[in-house]
């Protein structure tokens, strides 16, 4: 028999115990199902792409931890959610972008993004898309210079305008860009995604490559298999809602193909939903947790907004490409959306409009 | 296994969570009856309502099931000597919560052969609904699931309700526990008999015995034991927690939704906790007093778990020495399952009706509640979780900011239970269900005092 001597007992309220899955975890998770995005990446578009991501995340990762640090709290560094921040946006930029403003950008993307807000769980908008938003307006013509997929001598040098000098914007008709890109192999480079050369070329791409991601495009948007394998690992893992995406994929089918209809001119369905990014965004950046609605029947309606959104930007807009403002306005209205769907509760006849 | 649990088909409710259900530790343990210990406590209010008043002096020798306290009210058992002895004092003894509460102070006489010579046989089948709820409030029994609300109170229907369906509570959804699985497989005729009594005292209908399916040797006794000809079925459910809530399992078994607020009564339904009757069955018939109970004292930090017969008043400490205890690697004591049961202050605390199990966790298992909080990173899985269909998430914000009048007014937050699923899954370990009940006591203090 044990002689049972007075011992601290520890005096708490039940729960007892907890599951399994952490915050720290989810986010950890979601690193790593972009990594295989990131190597991609990094195979297609070699040196600069590398080098860009590392600039992004070091940018992300060194800013959340300064501002901790002048905010006077224990640093968030840990909680891996600045490293996913650094790593999507260097992913929605192009790989050509000169480093200098792909590290502006991951400064950006936190203090702007997210400490403004009150940081992690507080971000209204997916920092990365802010700092992507951001990058756009401030230099329109980089983020829209195109560099083709698998050029030779992408290992051993970086593509010219990664090594513009901070604060000056690249010259794109410099003659070493010109020489970079005569290693393409490609007759008639038009710098131009597939998605501006239907637009204003009226050219489509073979569905196959698309897919498959033998196209120029942003970072890592270009290849849907890796995109959605890493979405599928999330999913399986409980740590992501397949619902926004589905909503968001479902959506941006059903909108392409009836303006498929009423004008067969326009793009057709599947070339909607494996170009441009609304791949990248629909796994990655639509199911940012803390900017999209909680309750159940809202991520449906969000994700279905942003996919109707991403299409009508996409054939009705004057740009090419519509998911990042497609993100960035159901980001806006989430909140909205959340307080018109409360659930109904459980022996309550009516749903309850939230009071704000 | 029926082809419906197979695939995961069985009835249930929406939303809930699935714990680890760490049941093999004593599922399979007969229930076995624990010795006496030398001194028992008694504390008068073991039971929701009215505490009891004693009705024995400091000094007198009780016979074991002998009452020695009457019910202060309706709302009230009387208690009954779990021993053959002598009442020592009548005092205060430190009580779950923490404080003091009054006591009956039992010293048993070693060598006492503790056989019962109090009852007397009735006949149920002649009984009336009035004279079935006295004869109920007369044994004693409670909710034996952990509520310990007086069974006598909820027989006696108001004037316009009327109970259609009794539903036996088999589902025992809390991790750890075992005691109901092993009455069932082990006393099922105890259990029909206190469901003979339950459905005589409503005239009610029918009868809906709801098990989870983790428990198909239970499922499977309570079948073959089931009388012939009488209106009773036998479910097998999903295993879910929190399965044994009353509103979750009759929304399972009859799909009725208890309005907000309200009682069972109001959807025809009562439910009654399968240890509680078949408590009722071995007691009422012959007349006899609530005076032992069994549990499942288990947990990592527990040397030889079981399923254990014990006298009411017997001291956790005491318990917990015949059960090879290692105090080395306890951390906290629960008395009932680790996501609605309380944490003890001391080892003195006397078992009492409404407690279903001891389970000493160790420093592993307590530690994953430490982790660092984050902030609500709004992922939605409280709101999935909430068997209520509450928004946890939001509700957690508006009580760091202490606007509970907006919690109560526009988000329902009295309809929560308290089940504590929002904690459990919430991956930035925010203490939600621990907030909401400081919200709700204050809101209730609130309504007192206006």
């Given amino acids: ?356 | 296994m029926s082809i419906l649990t197979r695939f995961g088909l069985d009835k249930t409710f929406s939303h809930g969570v699935h714990p680890p259900e760490y049941k093999s530790l004593t599922e399979h343990r007969p229930i076995r009856r624990l010795p006496f210990a030398d001194e028992m406590i008694i504390p008068l209010s073991q039971h929701t309502g009215a505490p009891a008043r004693p009705i024995v002096r400091e000094g007198q020798e009780v016979v074991r099931s002998e009452p020695i306290a009457e019910p202060g009210g309706f709302v009230s058992v009387p208690m009954h000597a779990p021993a053959t002895g002598r009442i020592t004092r009548i005092a205060l003894a430190r009580d779950v919560r923490g404080g003091m509460s009054p006591a009956l102070f039992l010293q048993l006489y070693p060598g006492e052969g503790q056989e019962i010579l109090y009852g007397a046989p009735v006949d149920v089948d002649g009984m009336s609904n009035p004279e079935i709820v006295k004869a109920v409030q007369r044994t004693g029994v409670v909710g034996l699931g952990g509520a310990a609300f007086p069974t006598h109170v909820k027989l006696a229907v108001p004037e316009g309700k009327t109970i259609d369906t009794v539903i036996v509570n088999g589902c025992e959804c809390e991790p750890y526990l075992t005691t109901d699985h092993r009455l069932m497989v082990e006393h099922p005729e105890d259990v029909y008999e206190g469901i003979r009594v339950v459905q005589r005292a409503y005239q009610a209908a029918r009868v809906v015995v709801g098990i989870e399916n983790n428990k198909p040797d239970a499922v499977d006794a309570m079948r073959l034991a089931k009388p012939d000809g009488e209106p009773i079925e036998v479910e097998s459910i999903e295993t879910k927690y929190p399965q044994g809530a009353e509103k979750m399992l009759i929304k399972s078994l009859l799909d009725r939704e208890v309005p907000s607020g309200g009682l069972p009564m109001d959807v025809g339904a009562a439910v009654f906790n399968v240890a509680t009757l078949a408590q009722i069955g071995e007691l009422l018939p012959m007349q006899r007093g609530l005076i032992e109970r069994v549990i499942t004292v288990t947990g990592p930090a527990v040397g030889n778990p079981g399923n254990y017969l014990v006298a009411l008043g017997t001291p956790i400490r005491f318990i917990l020495e015949q059960c090879r205890y290692r105090g080395e690697d306890a951390s906290v004591v629960i008395l009932g399952g680790p996501m609605m049961g309380v944490t003890v202050p001391s080892l003195d605390i006397p078992i009492t009706k409404g407690v279903t199990s001891i389970l000493v966790l160790d420093k592993a298992e307590v530690q994953k509640r430490n982790r660092t909080e984050y902030s609500c990173i709004r992922c939605g899985s409280c709101l999935d979780a909430c068997p209520m269909h509450l928004n946890p998430s939001r509700l957690g914000q508006l009580a760091r900011k202490r606007e509970f009048d907006t919690m109560a007014n526009a988000f329902n937050l009295m309809d929560c239970f308290e089940c504590g699923s929002c904690s459990y899954v919430c991956p930035s370990n925010i203490p939600l269900v621990q907030r909401f009940r400081v919200a709700k006591s204050i809101i209730r203090e609130r309504k007192a005092a206006s």
């Fill in chain 1, 1 to 356: 028999m044990t002689v049972i001597t007075p011992g601290a007992f520890e005096i708490r309220t039940s729960p007892h115990i907890k599951a399994s899955v952490t915050t720290d975890a989810i986010m950890r998770n979601v690193v790593y199902a972009l990594m295989p995005v990131c190597a991609f990446a990094v195979w297609a578009f070699g040196l600069s792409a590398l080098a860009l991501i590392c600039a992004t995340t070091a940018a992300t990762v060194l800013t959340e931890h300064l501002v901790c640090k002048v905010s006077g709290r224990p640093t968030t560094v840990g909680d891996f959610s600045a490293v996913i921040t650094g790593l999507l946006l260097a992913l929605t930029l192009p790989p050509g972008l000169p480093l200098w403003m792909g590290f502006a950008g991951g400064v950006i993307a936190i203090l702007l993004g997210k400490a403004l807000f009150g940081g992690l769980g507080f971000n209204t908008f997916n920092p990365a898309l802010v700092a992507r938003a951001f990058l756009q307006a401030a230099f329109p013509v980089s983020l829209t210079t195109w560099i083709p997929a698998f050029v030779d001598g992408r290992f051993t040098r970086f593509i010219p305008t990664s090594l513009t000098i901070p604060f000056l914007s690249p010259e794109t008709k410099a003659e070493a860009l010109t020489n970079y890109l005569a290693q393409a192999a490609i007759d008639g480079w038009s710098g131009a995604t597939p998605l501006s050369l239907i637009k204003f070329e009226h050219k489509t791409t073979a569905a196959i490559d698309l897919f498959t991601g033998m196209i120029p495009g942003s970072t890592g948007e270009t290849c849907a298999i890796f995109i959605l394998l890493g979405g599928a690992y999330l999913v399986a893992r409980g740590m992501m809602n397949w619902r926004i995406t589905a909503a968001m994929l479902g959506s941006a089918y059903l909108f392409s193909w009836l303006f498929y209809l009423t004008d067969n001119t326009n793009p057709t369905p599947a070339f909607m939903l494996f170009s441009g990014g609304l791949m990248l965004g629909a796994v990655f950046m639509a199911t940012d947790m803390v900017a999209s609605p909680t309750t159940p029947l809202g991520v449906w309606i969000y994700g279905a907004l942003m996919g109707f959104l991403t299409i009508l930007i996409r054939v009705k807009g004057g740009l090419p490409e519509g998911v990042m403002y497609a993100i960035l306005l159901g980001n806006a209205v989430s909140p909205h959306i959340e307080n018109l769907t409360q659930p109904r509760v459980f022996g309550t006849k009516r749903v309850k409009k939230a009071a704000k």
